[in-house]
Every structure is written in C-alpha cells, then in structure tokens.
C-alpha cells in the first residue's frame, strides 16, 4: 500500500493544497518499508488527487483538505483521513495500526487555508 502525508517537512501539513511536500510511505505487512519526500508541484484546483492518484497512492493524509479534493479522491477510491497532525512519520504508524481516524473536517475557504485544521 501507498500512503502520501501532505507535509511541511516531516510534520503534517494543516493544509493539504498549500503543503510543502509529500511524505510517500510504502508499506507492506502493516510496516513501512520505504519513505521518500516530493515536492508539491503545484496548487491548481483538481490537479493535486489526480498527481497523486496517478503515483498509485492508496491512502492521503492531511490536516485539512477542500472538498473538491476530497470528491477527486473519492471518485479514484483513495482513502481520504483529515484532521492529521503532528509527525507524519507517525501519523502513518498510527494509520497502520487502525487508530488514525478522520475528523472529516473540510475547510470551506481558501483565502483561510492557515486556519484549517484549527476548526
């Protein structure tokens, strides 16, 4: 399974279109065998699920994300968990061990993006 964090370094981003990078986790057997960071290519509305889904990611993780977003990875059945915070490393071991669930907060207004997460 792939897991993408969106990040600001290795902590959780509490905005998943404005994050710096994006922690990739491959796991296997419900233990992460490699990481790697990318950097965000880009915030364009509808732009960053496809990015991602199209890298085969299983799962996001975000502190905050738009709904439109959310919709896009709905439709590619990727597993959507907001509300995130903290170390994205840990984050995804959390997730692995079935104890990260999602607060299904969606922020509502761009020009607030620094507020998301803070709902």
């Known amino acids: 399974m792939k897991i993408a964090v969106a ?3 290795e902590m959780v981003a509490q905005h998943f279109g404005h994050c710096e990078n994006f922690c990739l986790f491959e796991t296997e ?5 490699e990481v790697k960071s990318i950097a965000n290519p880009g915030h364009k ?3 960053l699920p496809n990015f991602l889904g199209d ?7 975000s502190g905050g994300m738009g709904g439109g977003a959310v ?5 590619r059945k990727i597993e959507v968990i907001i509300g995130a915070t903290g170390d994205a490393h840990k984050a995804v071991e ?4 079935g ?6 907060s969606i922020c509502h ?5 620094h507020e998301c997460g803070g709902h």
């Open 29 to 33: 057997d419900g233990r992460i065998s």
């Open 99 to 104: 104890e990260l669930i999602s607060t299904g």
């Open 45 to 47: 509305p509808g732009f």
């Open 71 to 75: 919709e896009i990875f709905n439709e």
């Open 55 to 61: 890298m085969d990611v299983n799962v996001i993780i």
């Open 94 to 97: 959390t997730y692995l061990k």
């Open 109 to 113: 207004e761009h020009e607030h993006a």
């Open 7 to 9: 990040c600001m370094g």
